[in-house]
């Protein structure tokens, strides 16, 4: 139900990620008879004053309709290469989305080289600067001319390779072409390779000035301990000057391979044309082999407190602990939907989740205040922050934790809960926007390995969310008192507060 990540800073993860899923035919079945005099009544007509009751007495409102959403029709099929593919036609634009997915992220850098932190990150930096017959410029002289859009990214746990382009032959069949190309044979000049070391061992050194980021970096060390997810994806001012070509290149021989990779197209083609597109895609990729699973993640035996300083008047707080993996089963989907809804009401971003209500408007403490789980391949964090005055941080941090305490131990209401479903469910439409959300959702489901059901029951797991699913969830995931809690600010609050 939230999507992962998307920065290799944990802090990042905070965001909530709603199911995306663009460009489909949504049903809206709403009967509503026009509005006019007549919905409201005499005694509320035209004052300002009383907005709540005039709403609540609008006719139109109460004749609309249930929801009715069509979610997309997904064709799934293997390329000749043995790559898994899903496939969604849609044809309201004259365009094809195309993401690949290898099971290749930053969590891999050590298994190519030890202490090779910000290998796969490098690899994704460099594969759109240059092929073996076309050098950074003429590459993107190449994608300037077919007009397309053509990434690659790594994180945690996935590297992901992207393109936009018409869907037209004259387009689409040099734009399929050009991505083969640098994914097969990548430059990786040493040259370019020497200015991106350069450039981004300055936006490392650039990163000690962010709170945000010595946070995120430091709450992942700590509860991630010597496992995969610890390091940072870009790597880190020790490793990053020691990458080499040759780190690159086996990296790139090893993952990003067809029985490591799973393929999602979007757009204006018909089936036949997508099979042709997945066949051309991925027929020049090795076999190769099949990453191996990651190891699970030992959550820590105890509470920790890890104070940074930072010369500001702000003091930015991280707190949380090891979270879920990505649910792949019915029950455990069921399961995280169970807990989303109540960490929603807990920890949402807006002004009705209780942190929110509790630590900004009645106490005054910070902005703003969240907290999210990321499930990933492996168990991944759960993560609650937020930043307040320097001498107000500890107060912050005890109050906090007392919502969080009471929200476990009391569980949420009736009312908390189904608002947060109405939520939930009405806003399901929203993420069927663009064919780009459509294809990074096919993306997740197919790297995943999720079933098809998993978009069309969506709407069926909020309606079963009860509230002794949600409190119990709440009660057996969560542990406030075991809590890693990173403060970064000019004060420890842990020896220059005392607690109220």
Do not use: C
């Not at 997508?274 to 699970?296: C, H, M, N, S, Y």
């Not at 003091?315 to 649910?327: W, Y």
């Amino acid at each position: 139900m939230i999507d992962p990540r998307l920065r290799s800073s944990a802090l990042s993860r905070l965001r909530l990620h709603s199911v995306a899923a663009v460009g489909f035919a949504i049903s809206l079945v709403a009967a509503a008879a026009p509005a006019s005099a007549r919905d409201i009544s005499p005694t509320t007509n035209g004052h300002s004053t009383m907005p709540i009751k005039a709403m609540s007495e609008l006719q139109s409102l109460q004749q609309v309709a249930p929801l009715s959403v069509t979610v997309p029709k997904i064709e799934r099929f293997v390329s000749r290469s043995g790559v898994p593919v899903a496939f969604v036609r849609a044809t309201t634009l004259p365009i094809v989305d195309i993401d690949l997915r290898f099971n290749a992220g930053s969590a891999r850098d050590e298994s190519v080289r030890e202490q090779g932190f910000g290998i796969a990150n490098m690899a994704a930096t460099m594969l759109t600067q240059g092929t073996k017959t076309l050098d950074e410029e003429a590459f993107t002289k190449e994608m300037e001319m077919l007009g397309i859009a053509l990434d690659s990214r790594a994180y945690k746990d996935m590297f992901i390779v992207s393109m936009r382009s018409l869907s037209d032959d004259t387009h689409l069949v040099p734009a399929t072409t050009l991505m083969t190309q640098m994914l097969t044979e990548p430059r990786f000049d040493d040259a370019v390779l020497a200015r991106n070391k350069a450039r981004l061992q300055v936006a490392l050194q650039q990163q000690k000035q962010d709170p945000t980021s010595l946070a995120g970096n430091a709450f992942d060390k700590a509860l991630y301990g010597n496992h995969p997810y610890a390091h940072p994806s870009e790597g880190t001012l020790d490793s990053v000057p020691s990458l080499s070509q040759s780190d690159l290149q086996r990296f790139r021989q090893r993952y990003l391979v067809a029985s490591n990779a799973s393929l999602a197209i979007t757009g204006n083609l018909t089936l036949s044309e997508a099979r042709q597109l997945a066949d051309d895609l991925t027929a020049k990729l090795p076999k190769g082999t099949a990453a191996p699973a990651l190891p699970e993640p030992k959550p820590p035996t105890q509470a920790q407190r890890i104070h940074i300083p930072f010369p500001s008047t702000q003091t930015t707080v991280v707190m949380g602990q090891l979270g879920d993996k990505r649910a792949t089963t019915p029950s455990a989907q069921q399961q995280q939907t169970n807990f989303a809804v109540g960490n929603e009401v807990m920890a949402g971003s807006d002004f009705n989740a209780r942190l929110m209500t509790e630590i900004r408007q009645k106490r005054g403490y910070t902005y703003g205040i969240s907290g999210a789980m990321t499930p990933m391949l492996t168990r991944g964090p759960y993560m609650i922050g937020f930043s307040t005055r320097n001498d107000k941080a500890r107060e912050a941090i005890d109050a906090s934790l007392a919502v969080i305490e009471d929200t476990v131990t009391k569980g949420i209401t009736q009312d908390e809960m189904q608002l947060t479903k109405d939520n939930l469910k009405n806003s399901f439409p929203m993420g069927f926007a663009s064919n780009a959300g459509i294809n990074n959702l096919l993306g997740m489901m197919n790297f995943y390995r999720l079933p098809d059901d998993y978009l069309a029951d969506y709407t069926k797991r909020i309606e079963n969310v009860n509230l002794s699913g949600v409190n119990d969830t709440l009660k057996q995931t969560l542990t406030p008192e075991q809590f890693i809690i990173v403060t970064v600010g000019q004060d420890d609050p842990w020896k220059h507060s005392k607690q109220p």
